[in-house]
């Protein structure tokens, strides 16, 4: 069936025999002593030897085809688990679990020991994982390149109520999803200087000799889509040295310096940037940039040269998409590698790159546009820094011919920020170099065009479009919301499995008595499921019975978790003003990382905890107020509170979140979202009606006309008695009475500048909260909406957002 492919030496044997080969014969284990860890090994083993065969075949046919692939550079792959992922698109979950139970193994506990792969800070990272499972779902031939990070995203424990940060070490007892790849090593440059030699066709021609090189090895993981239709490849690049040791120093006794090398060049692959708060500064994310880079454009370039003989026609054969600006060196480096090593021309070349990018901007916040020193640029990467200039006084000629004497604008477009240091505008640099430049949401790709782009849609009409993102509603609905995706099936049909779209069917079921009730009652079971993880994990009872009002994301201050704090507080006097009246039971769920070096994030996770350290104890507040932190936020960890979500926090200042995924996760799920007409909350209200979803606050235009109109918090705050009483509170020690001034400066912030607006938007925020209660008052009416927005959220998903990018932007089929 795989041509030259010999059969799995498993297939035919039963999935129990060979799970226990691999534990005897690959970990060297025996069934007494096997611990979960070991069968989650085993069984990944086991798995992975199905998916070896269709994996090589698609790759074999994919150059048979001569198809066009797809490359997708992220320097983050926020994967979490694969033992579920991977068994349920090839349809053998039943089969492992009952391969588990008669080896008288618990399935659960072998899925909870597989370590999440966190290589990735937050929705840039989730969104590249799901568009990999999209592309393999879709069918289109694909190459995911990217960092293997030894340490990923750090995991965060909760010490009286600060943050805590600790290495993560998720290679520690092996992975036994990748597969080594030590004979494909490039080796990638730093450092040294250029020399010109004057070529056999008498033309000046640039060799760059590093003073450093360090080789990028490959660490392949297959990438099965749904129903196991197509494998793809995540290639991810580990940092080894060139000489691992020197021999000399050693023997002199030096055993330290002997590895000097080797730490210094492994350290580009040791950890990943917690990079949410602001672009590390550092040279090593700039090494790590170029790294990954380098490595994915050599190895690509190797297998076209070796395919297809030429690289005139890279873009016929290869679109590589830029996640974000990290890997934009790759505009530099592709030309380089096409002048200097393959001696082509540099007009070709240039068509060359721009035709075979494009790039994802993923935020407009300006501290996040990433820049690097012009003096680092040239120590680090001196020929690229002469191949920028170049670009760059190319690309100004061309906008000073069509806007002569328009300095300003020459000034904007520039790829050198000049001023107080010189600097690279690695966006500008993208943008430049790409035929495509996209948005992830349709908010933020008109906010793109009106804001850090303008002058370029000006001068480049047409090169930004919108792509709204999407998740993969298999591990977003089918794998971690089972209950649900059985009564759905149930209900309209297995359609929607293989066509996000037909969801829609389920519409006329929102009004149906009965209907409404399974639903409930699935949401009550993850419910308590999510009750029982929350009395594991922080020792909280919280009732299932509650509105599950959820926020859960980074801590950063324009997604404004304060707001939800302030609304806490306020709730919380109100009921000790108010015992006598009515209010809905509801637990308030918050899970997210800070920055280490972020320090009012984390002081906002401080604020949560004495919020909730007050509130829970509080013996006049019953039942009717909970206040839960989850410690380390994480894929899996998400999985276990989507499902369980009634109310989903989307409440950024309008104009900083580019799109959110969290939000349409949740409300696939069945939750409705509270949130302002920010990212792809404008296009969630949309699709699931306005009677659905409880949108409140100032608008993009709005917010830029009260910073331009010198709007302070102060403003707001005198007009809401209930926001003075509030802030009082905090600012005074309640929250807080071992340490009454620890949140005074926080208080001042929002009175002086208030940049995120959390005053402006507090009181239409409450307001919303009061309709959010009295929706849930009314259970027919909430299960309505909850289903209507399920039942509207198809077009979220990832594999519309892959066939727009592969029809608009990569051009290349969708089989199917
Ligand atoms: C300074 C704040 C900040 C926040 C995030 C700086 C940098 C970042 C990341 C590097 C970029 C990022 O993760 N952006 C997120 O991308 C998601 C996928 O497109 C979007 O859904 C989120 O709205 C966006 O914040």
């Known amino acids: 069936m795989h041509g030259d492919i010999p059969p799995s030496p498993h297939d035919g044997e039963a999935l129990h025999d060979t799970i226990l080969r691999k534990l005897t014969y690959d970990l060297g284990k025996s069934r007494a002593g096997a611990l979960d860890r070991d069968w989650f090994i085993a069984t990944a083993l086991a798995v992975r030897d199905q998916i070896v065969a269709p994996w090589l075949k698609d790759m074999r046919s994919t150059y048979e085809h001569g198809q066009k692939q797809v490359y997708y550079l992220s320097l983050e792959f926020l994967i979490g688990r694969l033992l579920r992922e991977n068994i349920s698109n090839l349809l053998l979950t039943t089969e492992v679990k009952a391969a588990l139970a008669s080896l008288d193994v618990d399935a659960a506990k072998v899925f909870a020991s597989e370590p999440d792969a966190a290589l990735g800070n937050g929705g840039l990272g989730r969104l590249a994982a799901c568009f990999m499972e999209s592309l393999a779902s879709l069918q289109i031939p694909a190459f995911g390149y990217g960092i293997r990070y030894d340490h990923g995203l750090f995991r965060q424990v909760i010490r009286q109520g600060w943050q805590e940060e600790y290495p993560e070490n998720w290679l520690e007892f092996g992975n036994p999803w990748e597969f080594a790849r030590p004979e494909i090593a490039h080796p990638i440059g730093f450092g040294g200087s250029v020399e010109q030699v004057n070529g056999e066709d008498g ?312 209907f409404q009730q399974r639903f409930a009652a699935v949401k009550r079971t993850n419910k308590e499921a999510l009750a029982a993880l929350i009395r594991r994990e922080i020792n909280l009872r919280v009732d299932p019975g509650a509105l599950f009002d959820v926020q859960i994301k980074r801590i950063h201050e324009y997604k404004r978790q304060l707001l939800n704090l302030l609304e806490t507080v306020a709730l919380y006097n109100e009921m000790h003003a108010q015992p006598q009246r009515d209010y809905v039971p509801r637990v308030k769920i918050f899970a997210g990382k800070a920055a280490a070096s972020y320090h009012r994030a984390k002081l906002i996770i401080k604020l949560a905890h004495d919020i909730a350290r007050r509130v829970n104890r509080d013996p006049a507040i019953r039942d009717r107020l909970k206040v839960a932190f989850l410690p380390n936020y994480n894929v899996s960890l998400a999985e276990m509170i989507v499902p369980a979500c009634d109310l989903s926090e989307q409440i950024s200042t309008a104009g900083m979140e580019a799109s959110g995924t969290g939000n349409m996760k949740l409300a696939l799920n069945g939750a409705l979202t509270i949130g302002t007409m920010d990212g792809a909350n404008v296009e969630i209200h949309e699709h699931v009606g306005d009677e659905n979803i409880f949108i409140f606050g100032l608008t993009t235009d709005q917010v830029a006309q009260r910073r331009a109109e010198g709007w302070r918090g102060q403003d707001s705050i005198d007009q809401s008695p209930r926001l003075q009483q509030a802030l009082e509170a905090l600012s005074s020690g309640v929250f807080s009475p071992d340490d009454p001034g620890r949140y005074r400066d926080l208080v001042q912030m929002l009175r002086d500048n208030d940049h995120f607006m959390v005053t402006a938007d507090f009181d239409s925020y409450y307001d919303m909260q009061r309709k959010v209660a009295q929706r849930w008052a009314r259970p027919a009416e909430w299960g309505r909406s909850a289903i209507l927005n399920t039942a509207g959220m198809g077009w979220f998903s990832s594999d519309r957002t892959i066939a727009e990018y592969a029809q608009e932007i990569w051009q290349v089929p969708v089989p199917g």
Not at 285 to 311: K, M, N, P, T, W
Not at 340 to 361: F, L
Not at 421 to 449: I, Q, T
């Open 203 to 514: 033309e000046p021609h640039h060799v760059w000799k590093p003073a450093e090189t360090v080789l990028a090895v490959a660490y392949d993981t297959p990438v099965v889509g749904w129903r196991g239709k197509h494998v793809n490849t995540l290639r991810l690049w580990s940092a080894r040295a060139a000489d691992p040791l020197q021999i000399e120093a050693f023997n002199r006794g030096d055993h330290i310096g002997a590895l000097s090398d080797r730490v210094r060049a492994e350290a580009i692959s040791r950890l990943l940037y917690p990079s949410d708060d602001t672009p590390a500064g550092q040279e090593l994310r700039l090494r790590q940039e170029f790294f990954f880079s380098s490595a994915a454009l050599q190895d690509l370039i190797r297998r076209h040269v070796r395919v297809y003989g030429s690289l005139e026609t890279l873009p016929d054969r290869v679109a590589i998409q830029l996640n974000d600006t990290h890997p934009a060196i790759v505009v530099a480096e592709l030309m380089r590698l096409l002048l200097d090593d393959h001696g082509m021309e540099w007009n070709d070349a240039w068509r060359v790159t721009q035709a075979t990018i494009s790039y994802t901007n993923h935020t407009l916040l300006p501290e996040a546009l990433e820049t690097w020193p012009v003096s680092l640029m040239e120590r680090l990467l001196p020929r690229h820094m002469q191949i920028i200039y170049l670009i760059n006084a190319i690309h100004l000629d061309t906008v000073a011919a069509s806007h002569p004497g328009d300095l300003g604008l020459l000034a904007s477009v520039s790829l050198i920020e000049e001023g107080h240091g010189r600097r690279v505008r690695m966006g500008n640099l993208a943008f430049v170099g790409s035929h495509k430049v996209n948005g992830v949401s349709a908010l933020h790709s008109d906010l793109l065009k009106k804001t850090v782009f303008h002058d370029f849609d000006t001068l480049f009409p047409g090169r930004i479009t919108n792509k709204t993102n999407g998740i993969t509603f298999r591990r977003w609905l089918q794998q971690c919301n089972p209950c649900l995706t059985e009564l759905l099936v149930e209900s309209i049909g297995p359609d929607f499995l293989d066509r996000p779209a037909a969801l829609s069917a389920l519409r006329p079921l929102a009004t149906d008595t009965t």
